[in-house]
């Protein structure tokens, strides 16, 4: 399988008055095409840290980021900006939506920004029916449930076709109804449209919704289900059967 994402001897030290705090501490990474992974910890282990360098939003301390194996490091800001316009997708746990547009304006803006200049294409119209919105586009968002902000956030950051979608703690701010809905619909658009997804929470509940559980502590991997062996040449090598 292709690998879209990797990470070398990951770190990230944060000063704290004169004191160095290590949130991440070698962190080493393969994520391949295709693959809905979840990583999960308690809070202050380092995923959240981890997400926002995978994003291209914070620098690393010392190590590689190598988005389809372009290192990040040393790309300068327009190259970066680049990168998170076109190969990387996000949703957080807030909606982060203008409030003073629709959800459609919200989900053109994101397109227009992105550099998409067609607002209506059959894609986004496949990703509002599958996330079971379409109805909803003439709304702003006060006018919607918490869970359907979210599944608005969802197409928002699916609009643009990324290669890679991150997913901080996306359901942190939903019960536990809308939680399975978005969760169960993470999971339907990876199976349809071989959507990479990494998914980071503290809830283990979500990992029944992913193929691979990563796990982390104190800034440390302490654990990976790789279905794959990662110290092989695997790049041609057809992806396991999903059941």
Avoid at 6 to 29: F, P, S, W
Avoid at 56 to 74: F, N, P, Q, R
Avoid at 102 to 129: F, M, P, W
Avoid at 148 to 153: C, G, T
Wanted: with cysteine.
């Amino acid at each position: 399988m292709k690998t879209l994402l990797e990470t070398i001897d990951l770190r990230k030290t944060y000063k704290v008055g004169k004191i160095g705090v290590e949130a991440l501490r070698g962190i080493n990474l393969r994520v391949r095409e295709g693959e809905l992974t979840a990583i999960m910890g308690p809070s202050g282990c380092g995923k959240s840290s981890l997400m926002h360098i995978l994003g291209a939003m914070t620098k690393a301390t010392s190590g590689k980021v190598l988005i389809e194996g372009s290192d990040i490091a040393e790309m300068g800001d327009s190259e970066l900006t680049r990168i998170r316009r076109e190969k990387i997708g996000f949703v957080f746990q807030k909606f982060n939506s203008l409030p003073t547009l629709t959800a459609r304006g919200n989900i053109d803006v994101a397109r227009y920004l992105h550099g998409t200049r067609s607002k209506h294409d059959a894609h986004v119209a496949e990703i509002l029916q599958l996330l079971m919105i379409e109805d909803k586009m003439g709304r702003k968002p006060f006018e919607l449930s918490g869970g359907e902000q979210q599944r608005v956030a969802v197409a928002r950051a699916l609009a643009a076709k990324p290669a890679i979608l991150l997913a901080d703690e996306p359901t942190g701010s939903l019960d536990s109804k809308n939680s399975e809905i978005v969760l169960n619909m993470f999971r339907e658009l990876n199976r349809r449209f071989r959507q990479t997804i990494i998914l980071v929470t503290h809830n283990p509940e979500l990992v029944t919704y992913t193929d691979r559980l990563i796990e982390m502590r104190d800034g440390v991997i302490v654990s990976d289900n790789d279905p794959w062996d990662t110290d092989s040449e695997l790049a041609d090598t057809p992806a396991p059967s999903r059941v």
